[in-house]
């Protein structure tokens, strides 16, 4: 079965501080990885993209990488501001089958930054 | 920049009443997509629809229906209402590619609470 499960659930960090959100797939055949930001009550706006050629993606103070052997991705988010207070979530497309590419979506981690 | 916009952010509706949720995108995106999202659970993906009146099922499409008369719009429907269909609900669009590559873009959401 497909599956796409992130750590941790919640974290809670300083403002300035760096932290680090973990995305385990078991998506097969894996076609692309997209992170994604919710803001409270908005819909979730893409971050960055990763295909199973590239390893490190950054945009701003988000980078994140792929190791498509392990099955494993990662947000690392760079002196963190009030404003990166947001639900992040994994979702990874499958290659095969229908007209639209399967995604499946982790169940999020919601980070909270702190002044 | 693209816009999807949703028809309300919040809904309050009895059980057993006809809801509609409609969702209008201005980019001439080909696909559109409904989506149901609950804590814990991710995004589930209820219908999807590639092209004016196409739909296809997602995973969750019970008790629920859809319609794509006009590109730019594409209604969710709960033909009668139930308290297990409270739910945040959101509409995405984006172009067709072979890539899958593309870019799902997400409206702000309505939080439908059923009594």
């Known amino acids: 079965k497909n599956q796409v499960e992130q750590s941790p659930q919640s974290l809670i960090i300083l403002e300035g501080k760096n932290c680090t959100l973990q995305c385990n797939y078991t998506v097969s055949p894996f076609s692309n990885l997209r992170w994604y930001k919710q803001d409270t009550g908005r819909g979730p706006v893409s971050l960055t993209i990763?295909?199973?050629?590239?390893n490190t993606k950054s945009n701003g103070r988000y980078t994140a990488t792929l190791d498509a052997d392990t099955k494993q991705s990662s947000l690392h988010i760079t002196a963190s501001q009030l404003s990166d207070s947001a639900s992040y979530i994994c979702v990874v497309r499958n290659a095969g089958g229908t007209s639209y590419g399967k995604l499946t979506f982790g169940q999020g981690t919601i980070l909270t930054v702190h002044p | 920049d693209v816009k999807v916009t949703q028809s309300s952010r919040y809904l309050v509706k009895r059980t057993g009443e006809k809801v509609f949720l409609e969702c209008v995108q201005d980019?001439?995106?080909?696909?559109m997509f409904w989506y149901r999202q609950d804590p814990g659970l991710g995004l589930r993906l209820i219908y999807f629809s590639y092209d004016v009146k196409m739909k296809e099922k997602g995973d969750i499409p019970e008790g629920y229906s859809v319609s794509r008369e006009k590109k730019e719009r594409f209604s969710l429907i709960l033909e009668s209402a139930s308290t297990n269909q409270t739910s945040m609900y959101l509409c995405?669009?984006?172009?067709?590619?072979?890539?899958?590559?593309?870019?799902?873009?997400f409206g702000p959401g309505t939080r439908l609470l059923v009594l």
């Open positions: 995405a669009s984006n172009f067709y590619s072979g890539s899958h590559a593309e870019t799902q873009y």
């Open positions: 990763m295909t199973f050629s590239e």
């Open positions: 980019m001439d995106h080909e696909n």
